[in-house]
């Protein structure tokens, strides 16, 4: 995936998803690589969590995404975020 990260409407979990599987990876090989849990995964694909700052250096880094890449996928967090009002990990407001 050589070109900018576009969400097209789809969301910050479809996007992830889709990069994912633009790799080639499970969601059993991404934990590997990563460090994270299926669960963790499974849970900012489907929409029910937000990642953190932290998630998303994570990811890039383990998915080798350009800089613009990276940025997209902050910015995806951040109107997520913005639009619920919400942390959506904890449901705490922000």
């Not at 932290?54 to 975020?81: C, I, Y």
Request: a positive charge; glycine letters at 14%.
């Amino acid at each position: 995936m050589g070109g900018p990260v576009v969400g097209a409407g789809n969301g910050l979990g479809a996007l992830l998803r889709s990069i994912r599987l633009d790799r080639g990876m499970t969601q059993e090989a991404l934990g590997e690589a990563s460090g994270m849990s299926v669960r963790s995964i499974r849970d900012l694909e489907r929409g029910v969590s937000c990642p953190r700052v932290s998630t998303l250096r994570l990811l890039v880094q383990t998915w080798s995404l350009s800089e613009a890449q990276g940025a997209e996928l902050h910015r995806l967090a951040r109107a997520a975020r913005d639009r619920t009002g919400r942390n959506l990990r904890t449901g705490a407001f922000l």
